[in-house]
């Protein structure tokens, strides 16, 4: 049985269509990231979840139970808001104490829940401040605590970490992967940040345009892609994309004039993009995917990347970090076979 | 070294050194100018107020500052008089049970129409805001016509129902609900909380800066309200404080030290309302300014 089913969700208001039609089986105890860029409809879609959004149709089920109809606090879910909603005006205790509010437990284990959850997430001298008095990692912590203290089936995050400095939010990162790893529950977290999504899911679910492109865990919208955006959308820096046709026996011939033979699908004549990550794509023998000089190079110490090509048409490389090629070096770009993605050009669905 | 010693700044001149003088500007001097005679204006009728209450019935007309026998015989007589007690303790009561009234409905209302979506909801705004365009003056008729009607002439309820809510502290309700986050709220409907429980303990504490001037403004507006009370009562016992005041005298003279002293006793009680909740604004304040 799945923890959370969702089916042909879809969200309208008045005219525009923000949802197409999302479909999705989550895991009891499984990490899912919502990622895409902004305006795609992850908030959306948590919302609906969650039940501050109406369905327009479709369905959302938890726990095997349909929870269209159920008010938020009906749904056995708990959420995590991007700039906390923590009360400024209530200490950290009562701010944590707030979820249990409304259940139906003696005070005294109330207080003790609170307590546990102060020392998973080692708040317990904080308990007696307010929220001003409080780092914004730590307040980011007192939400979470608030969601945690009511040991919902199902936690939802909205871009949790964004208000934070890129340091607390590496190690928020962490924490809450710990914590997962720790109490169990099944996480569905949005952000727009694909580092975020990579290091911290079971599987990613890539959105755009309010339709899912690819469900995936990180490993497989890494190295399946499965069309140019999820391959552009996942790793830094983006894909390299290089136009080309298929000639008769799997070649493509690229309009750079190289020419690849690869076990392709793709029908002779059709137009297609061979994709290469900057990481796979490096300056050596082998079949000959780019020529042209050095525009820039950055080092990045282990590895220095490399701007190859015309002007507003160049592809990234890594060379060497100890000797890479001077700027303004001419240099051929290869890679190995297997690295490489085929991409139809026009629907930009992978070919293989 | 030598060098050092000169160069080291010597501590003595400096502490009894003059300030450095700046030159007054002319703007400067007009700005001093305009606010000397605006607390001047701000203070001269207190002080008349004052002044006249301790003077003698035949020096009211004598515009002096210091009368020539200040005496507090006024005070006790005021203070004696069995009525005064009675118009006190009516404006007490009416003051405070419209303050409350507002600040509980206005918010109610005002906190329905910033945060929830409903067909409607805007002119049912623009139709609060509409009714701040009549001038009181112009309801007083028909008040009367329907207290008279209903028969709440001459009664508290009378004196109270038209301000019990007002169009214009809804108006400045729904302005400062705006300045909570949604997600406050959503986290708490998540939570569990029914509407009214959200409204109440995460709404309500948020917006505490702008409840205590709404107090304010309607506590000190039902205090010193004349014109409504003094229509719509009819026995001395039902009059209010302002009402009874204008009261003092009889036909063939106005007893202005009498007036001036009721009047001086009762800025206590706004007095007493404005220090507490003026700390309430000026916390809510700090709380603005402090980021998250
Ligand atoms: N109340 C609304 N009325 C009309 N359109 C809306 C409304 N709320 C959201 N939208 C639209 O729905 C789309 C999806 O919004 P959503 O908030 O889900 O995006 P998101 O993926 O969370 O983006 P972000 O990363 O910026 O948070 C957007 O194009 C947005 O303009
Ligand atoms: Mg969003």
Redesign the pocket.
């Known amino acids: 049985m799945a923890d959370l089913s969702i089916r042909d969700l879809v969200k309208r208001y008045d005219k525009t269509q923000v949802l197409h039609g999302i479909s999705l089986d989550v895991e009891d105890g499984e990490f899912v990231v919502f990622v895409g860029p902004s305006g795609c409809g992850?908030?959306t879609t948590l919302r609906m979840i969650a039940g501050l959004e109406e369905i327009t149709s479709g369905e959302v089920s938890i726990a095997g139970r349909l929870v269209n109809n159920l008010e938020p606090k009906e749904r056995d879910i708990a959420m995590v808001f991007q700039n906390y909603a923590i009360y400024p005006h209530m200490t950290v205790r009562k701010n944590i104490g707030f979820g249990l509010r409304t259940a139906k437990m003696p005070r005294a284990d109330k207080e003790r829940r609170i307590d546990e959850v102060a020392v998973i997430l080692g708040m317990t001298d904080l308990l007696d401040r307010k929220p001003s008095q409080l780092s914004g990692g730590q307040r980011q912590r007192v939400a979470i605590g608030r969601a945690m203290v009511r040991d919902p089936a199902v936690f939802l995050f909205?871009?949790p970490l964004s208000n934070l400095d890129a340091q607390l939010r590496t190690q928020m990162r962490l924490e809450i992967k710990k914590l997962h790893q720790r109490v169990g529950n099944t996480i569905i977290f949005?952000t727009h940040d694909q580092v975020e999504a990579m290091t911290m899911a079971d599987r990613i679910v890539i959105m755009k345009d309010g339709h899912i492109q690819q469900v995936g865990t990180p490993s497989e919208v890494y190295h399946s892609p499965a069309n140019t955006f999820v391959a552009r959308f996942i790793g830094a820096p983006s894909m390299n994309m290089l136009p080309g046709v298929v000639e008769d026996g799997g070649k493509i011939w690229l309009d750079s004039g190289t020419e690849v033979t690869l076990n392709t699908a793709a029908k002779p004549g059709q137009a297609v993009v061979l994709g290469v990550r900057p990481e796979d794509l490096y300056p050596g023998d082998g079949p000959a995917l780019v020529r042209g000089p050095v525009l820039v190079r950055e080092p990045l110490g282990a590895e220095t990347l490399i701007y190859v090509g015309r002007e507003g048409d160049e592809v990234i490389a890594k060379a060497d970090g100890r000797t890479p090629p001077e700027v303004g070096e001419e240099v051929t770009l290869t890679a190995a076979l297997e690295n490489l993605h085929v991409f139809d050009a026009e629907t930009g669905e992978a070919l293989r | 070294m030598a060098v050092t010693e000169e160069i080291r700044p010597n501590a003595d001149a400096l502490l009894h050194a003059a300030p450095p003088r700046r030159p007054a500007n002319l703007g400067q001097i007009l700005r001093w100018t305009l606010l000397f005679l605006g607390g001047i204006a701000m203070v001269m009728p207190i002080a008349y107020m004052i002044s006249t209450s301790l003077k003698w019935p035949h020096e009211v007309y004598n515009l002096q500052l210091i009368p020539d026998e200040p005496h507090l015989e006024n005070y006790t007589y005021v203070l004696e008089d069995g009525r005064f007690y009675g118009w006190f303790i009516n404006s007490i009561v009416i003051a405070v049970v419209t303050t409350v009234s507002n600040v509980l409905f206005d918010s109610l209302v005002g906190y329905t129409l910033c945060k929830f979506r409903f067909p409607g909801r805007y002119i049912v705004f623009i139709a609060i805001l509409s009714t701040l365009m009549i001038p009181t003056e112009m309801l007083v008729i028909p008040w009367y016509l329907m207290s008279q009607q209903l028969g709440w002439l001459d009664t508290y309820w009378g004196i109270m129902f038209p301000g019990l809510m007002t169009a214009f502290g809804t108006f400045l309700m729904k302005q400062f609900f705006e300045t909570v986050p949604d997600d406050f709220i959503e986290a708490a409907r998540i939570d569990g909380l029914n509407e009214l429980q959200i409204w109440w303990t995460v709404a309500m504490p948020l917006v505490k800066p702008a409840l205590a001037a709404l107090a304010i403004f309607v506590f000190l507006g039902n205090w010193t309200a004349f014109i409504w009370p003094l229509i719509v009562t009819n026995s001395v016992e039902m009059y209010t404080l302002p009402v009874g005041l204008s009261s003092f005298g009889d036909e063939a003279d106005v007893a202005w030290e009498l007036i001036m002293t009721g009047a001086a006793i009762s800025t206590i009680p706004t007095l007493v309302v404005f220090l507490i909740f003026q700390r309430y604004i000026i916390q809510g304040v700090v709380m603005a300014g402090l980021k998250g």
Do not use: A, H
């Open positions: 992850k908030s909205d871009e949005v």
